[in-house]
């Protein structure tokens, strides 16, 4: 059962470099998101998907760009790193985010470092 | 607006200590409410949920109830284990979408 993927787990990048968070989900989830953790923040919405050719901007999406082409992914672009940008990321997916009770399945998460 | 406010930690207890995080939120209407947990190096999962007033979610001890009239769904738990350390999130469901507080951390001691 993998449930939702997220590569690479570790990845440091330097000042105004680019790199795309991959994150894939065999559950056949309808619903998308991209979560980013600082510490004592909690989590805060980038992007979300409701289904394959949707997307829409969650709290903080400056600086990220998403596409969902398919059902099962939901890449994340960062374009131009910024220290900014240091975080951990997580995606995660549910069957019908609509739904007032909706579970949402979270991946391991990938630790970002702009340096 | 519509938000998730939890106590802050961290939270040290003792191991088979009683355990209260707080949590309360600010909404129109009646989110659903749930409680998550990210243990060391791993992705938030979900401990436990409600989806109306006065429902009482509980999973592996936890339980939180939701409470319309003072707009809170604290966590408790009656004797916390080591195996319970810990970062607890309480969320809420807004338009398909899951709004985090915080989040608070645990650490049990022996």
């Known amino acids: 059962n993998a449930g939702v993927t997220q590569t690479p787990k570790f990845r440091i990048l330097k000042i105004g470099q680019s790199m795309t968070l991959q994150c894939t989900q065999d559950?056949?989830?309808?619903?998308m998101y991209w979560y980013r953790q600082d510490p004592g923040m909690g989590l805060k919405l980038i992007y979300y998907s409701v289904g394959a050719g949707i997307t829409d901007k969650g709290e903080v999406p400056n600086g990220y760009n998403v596409s969902r082409s398919t059902t099962e992914d939901f890449p994340l672009r960062l374009e131009l790193a910024a220290p900014s940008q240091t975080s951990v990321y997580f995606c995660?997916?549910?069957?019908?985010?609509?739904?007032?009770?909706?579970?949402?399945?979270f991946g391991q998460g990938t630790r970002l470092t702009v340096v | 607006g519509n938000s998730v406010t939890q106590m802050e930690g961290p939270v040290t207890l003792s191991e088979e200590a009683f355990l209260t995080i707080n949590c309360t939120y600010t909404a129109t209407g009646y989110p659903s409410l749930f409680w998550y947990v990210q243990y060391p190096g791993e992705g938030l999962q979900l401990l436990l949920k409600a989806t109306k007033a006065d429902d009482k979610g509980s999973n592996k001890g936890f339980e939180a109830t939701y409470r319309k009239e003072t707009t809170s769904f604290h966590l408790e738990k009656g004797s916390v284990q080591v195996s319970d350390s810990a970062v607890y999130f309480c969320?809420?469901?807004?338009?398909?979408?899951?709004?985090f507080g915080q989040g608070t951390e645990l650490s049990v001691k022996p």
């Open positions: 969320a809420r469901n807004q338009g398909g979408k899951l709004i």
């Open positions: 995660a997916s549910s069957p019908l985010g609509g739904q007032l009770d909706t579970e949402a399945f």
């Open positions: 559950m056949n989830h309808n619903y």
